[in-house]
């Protein structure tokens, strides 16, 4: 039978509060038979899910595609609720049941549909540079039976917003963090079953957030303003048809609530004596309550939710309660994590709590906080008195492991705290497991760094003084990113916002948002976050608009670059980061010895190779003509300035690791210019007994790069190393999240250094792409975006006697499972409905190989699911459709 499943509308299930105004329909195929291809389908839209009378009707469409279907001439009207369904037929003409109704809801289209009104604290109230959060509410009276009701809020700072007495939604952090000079996100809230008859009540916190609040290692604040402010407006749809919208302005009050400071890096303050029970039920007493002031605001800035939403995803229960060498009580949750700390207490009033969030013991086993740098990471609890009474932060988080408790009193009931661990709430997609417990340990590393920076915007870190959006990190992890979760909704917002804070000349600044002065821009591998970030979610979702998005963004970058040159196919000016802490740094220096113009210049024929790639997706004919030609000039200029020839002398070609690795990922070097480059790589890997000197630029590719030219020994060497550097070494550390330095723990206990020394730094990381492209063999197909073609291309070694991996592709799940034992090779492949895959059997004989679907005698290729079979010099090559399948046969190389 085939079925469809997880039916999408912008990645999301039965999405509230778009503003898309041309959304676009995916969906799964499932199917109990193999080789199932999609010949066409159908898609209708109702105002109802009886699809009674149909809004919009596809009719038959001969397609096989399932992904990012547009709704062409929909007419879409705001708050409106969308129900939709799909039909397929294979491609044996049969048709699918027509799936479940599934829905989407618009929100507010225009910035005129606003009626609310900014509203803010009076100064007479709460003073610009008060750390004091302040409380909002207001009543209002419902006299009819309500059919709907939903709330559109946004601030300036951070909100929480409740409704008689109860939060309202489940996300932290709201509204997020865009470049709010330019775009500014509210969310959707179906509150109907909040509501009661008669008199209501509304409240909200207002924190300093990113907007207010510090940001950056400068201590600055009122980045983006010193005011903040709420905008909420509730519509009302009642059963006989009348409408209602009850929305912020003069008649609600402010006054300043118990939380007396808070902020993103230093934590929160907050005194349960001053709490304000019941201020959002009605008949509250505000008499004392002062009248909220009006703000004049932009309006035309104002987008619905884009990512997916910060969440409390995951809760820790502390592993350990130590007492320190110096006598300092600390909890430890076993895990560097990204949240807070929700915990209980039976004090008296007054009595003061204290909690410092850091991520190390120092060497002596205590308490160390030297590298959060100036972030205090700090809670403070004062009690109201009479009872237990249980707290956690609104508008902080903290990057931590432990806890230094101060004020509580022995003994200490490890059931009275809780870690809460938040990041933005996409779909975890991608596993991996293998028979080395070290190498498992690392995939949970690259997972848990991920949750950790992924909290609305990619950070490079979230502890200290910093936690900004860093263009380089994001491009070097976003591969690795796409694989482990559906990153898809995360990027595309953060790219609007790059493009929002791009220079008008093209230049990209260091982070996004753009926090950092007008000098902090456009550093070589940083800016083309530009165009790798939107290539990449193209490939790995098959999500062509992302491309048409951001487009003009990823030429103004290439334009940019072309301008900066003294000789127009060479990028040789301009400030670069280089290979930022690579090992072969001479001295102090933090920069590798990689010649930061020949690291510019492989980035610019990267950029441009893929802007003709990208044009040649959107049909831009002359577009592709250009760039194929000025990628070539780059090519060849990188060539003859860089690349010495064959017996001479020079400079910089095999000067270093990463110098043969950009060459040699980016195709920079060809024929025996390619051949050079590989030994002189692994004679740099020879000398330092096959450990890395790359830095941020080299390390993601270093494997995926020996991969490519048949090294798999090196890359493995390189992955199983164990001592000081490799991605081992830390985990012999204790490591439970990737490292920003190979040695921010020495092998003495000491520490790298104090001011730049990241436990939770995910960069590094991108060695998982080579975990799931290579040990595993799960690697999309450029020809067929979206895994809608792809590869099966694993390669065992290391001595690892087996590997899985399963990615929850857009399709549905792929997996790549080996196991070996006593000589022979097992291999189970799932492709999903609708794909087709193929598989390389490495070292196999087509005459040896068995599939569990074959009868006795019969070919390979004539099993049902397999296109085709062939004998390649070192693999057997197979092509599939849909289905699962296992291989077995003898594999003789494994362990030469």
């Known amino acids: 039978m085939i079925a469809i499943q997880k039916p999408r509308v912008e990645y999301q299930e ?16 499932r199917a109990d038979e193999r080789d199932v291809r999609q010949q066409a389908y159908q898609i209708q839209v109702a105002a109802e899910p009886e699809f009674g009378v149909s809004l919009w009707d596809s009719g038959r469409v001969e397609s096989g595609e399932s992904l990012h279907i547009e709704l062409k001439g929909l007419e879409l009207a705001s708050r409106q609720r969308y129900y939709y369904r799909i039909q397929i037929w294979d491609q044996h003409n049969r048709p699918t049941e027509w799936s479940q109704a599934a829905w989407w809801e618009m929100g507010l289209l225009s910035p005129e549909e606003w009626s609310a009104e900014w509203i803010t604290a009076p100064l007479a109230c709460l003073a610009e540079d008060a750390e004091q959060v302040p409380l909002l509410r207001t009543e209002f009276h ?16 951070l909100y929480e ?14 509204p997020g963090w865009t470049s709010y000079s330019h775009r500014l996100q509210y969310q959707t809230y179906d509150v109907t079953e909040q509501l009661v008859a008669g008199n209501n009540a509304a409240g909200a916190w207002l924190g300093n957030g990113w907007y207010k609040g510090n940001l950056g290692w400068e201590q600055r604040k009122h980045i983006y303003g010193s005011r903040t402010a709420l905008l909420m407006q509730l519509h009302l749809t009642y059963e006989d048809g009348t409408e209602q919208i009850i929305g912020t302005g003069p008649q609600w009050k402010i006054l300043p609530g118990p939380i007396l400071m808070s902020e993103l890096y230093h934590g929160e303050t907050y005194d349960a004596r001053l709490a304000q029970h019941g201020f959002s039920l009605p008949g509250y007493d505000d008499m004392q309550w002062m009248a909220a002031e009006i703000l004049p605001y932009a309006k035309h800035i104002l987008l619905a939710q884009e990512n997916v939403p910060v969440r409390a995803v995951q809760e820790l229960a502390p592993a350990a309660l130590i007492r320190t060498p110096a006598g300092e009580t600390v909890l430890d949750l076993g895990q560097n994590m990204v949240g807070w700390l929700r915990f209980t207490v039976d004090g008296t009033a007054g009595q003061e709590y204290q909690l410092r969030h850091f991520e190390v013991l120092d060497q002596a086993g205590n308490v160390y906080t030297d590298n959060l740098r100036t972030a205090r990471q700090t809670v403070t609890y004062i009690a109201a008195g009479g009872g237990r009474e249980s707290f956690q932060p609104r508008f902080t988080f903290q990057g931590f492991r432990y806890v230094q408790l101060l004020g509580f009193p022995d003994p200490l009931d490890l059931q009275d705290f809780t870690g809460v661990v938040l990041h933005s709430d996409m779909e975890p997609t991608g596993t991996f497991t293998c028979a080395s417990p070290l190498l498992n340990q690392l995939q949970h590393n690259i997972l848990w760094g991920q949750k950790g920076n992924f909290v609305d915007v990619p950070t490079d870190c979230p502890q200290r003084d910093e936690r900004l959006g860093w263009t380089g990190d994001a491009q070097m992890f976003i591969r690795t990113a796409a694989y482990l979760m559906n990153v898809a909704p995360f990027f595309s917002k953060w790219l609007r916002d ?10 990209v600044p260091y982070v996004i948002p753009h926090v950092l002065d007008e000098k902090s821009h456009s550093s070589a591998a940083w800016g083309d976050a530009a165009v790798i970030c939107p290539w990449t979610i193209y490939q790995c979702y098959g999500d062509k608009r992302i491309l048409e998005q951001q487009y003009s963004s990823m030429q103004g970058w290439v334009e940019y670059i072309r301008r900066q040159g003294n000789e127009e196919y060479l990028w040789n000016t301009g400030n670069h980061f280089g290979d930022w802490l690579g090992l072969d740094a001479k001295g102090d220096n933090l920069v590798g010895a990689t010649d930061k113009s020949y690291i510019a210049t492989a980035f610019y024929a990267y950029s441009v190779q893929l802007m003709e790639k990208t044009a040649k ?28 020839p064959a017996g001479g002398a020079g400079a910089a070609g095999a000067a270093t690791q990463t110098a043969c690795v950009l060459a040699l990922m980016f195709g920079l070097v060809e024929g025996s210019a390619k051949d050079r480059t590989v030994a002189r790589l692994i004679e740099l890997l020879e000398a330092s007994n096959y450990h890395l000197t790359t830095g941020f630029v080299g390390t993601p590719y270093l494997t995926l790069v020996l991969a490519e030219a048949g090294r798999y020994d090196a890359a493995y060497k390189l992955l199983l190393q164990t001592d000081y550097p490799s991605w081992l070494y830390q985990i012999t550390r204790g490591a439970t999240t990737i490292w920003e330095h190979w040695d921010g723990i020495k092998e003495d206990g000491s520490f790298w250094s104090k001011d730049m020394n990241s436990f939770n730094h995910y960069a590094y990381g991108a060695v998982g792409d080579f975990l799931y492209r290579c040990v595993a063999g799960i690697e999309q197909s450029e020809e067929g975006p979206g895994y809608k073609q792809f590869l099966i291309q694993p390669h065992p070694g290391g001595g690892l006697a087996s590997a899985a991996a399963g990615l929850e592709s ?29 598989v390389l059997l490495p070292d ?8 569990t679907g074959m009868a006795a005698g019969q070919p390979l290729e004539q099993v049902p699911g397999i296109h085709s079979a062939e004998q390649l010099a070192q693999a057997v090559k197979v092509t599939l459709g849909s289905g699962e399948y296992r291989f077995e046969y003898t594999l003789s190389k494994y362990g030469e």
């Open 14 to 29: 039965n999405p509230l509060g778009l503003d898309i105004r041309n959304p676009r329909i995916s969906w799964q195929l």
């Open 142 to 157: 419902v006299d009819r039976p309500v059919a709907r009701a939903r709330i559109y809020v946004t601030s300036l700072g």
């Open 161 to 174: 917003l409740e409704l008689n007495g109860t939060r309202v939604g489940d996300a932290y952090l709201t």
């Open 498 to 507: 790059l493009s929002a804070d791009q220079l008008e000349d093209g230049g």
């Open 617 to 644: 997706v959107l049909g831009r004919a002359e577009d592709v003509q250009y760039y194929s030609q000025l990628h070539g000039r780059v090519k060849e200029a990188f060539n003859q300035v860089f690349i010495p």
């Open 810 to 838: 857009m399709y549905g799940m792929i997996r790549s499972e080996w196991t070996i034992a006593s000589g022979r090779i097992e291999l189970t492949a799932v492709i999903p409905p609708n794909t087709s895959a193929t």
């Open 844 to 851: 196999a004989f087509l005459a040896e190989v068995s599939e």
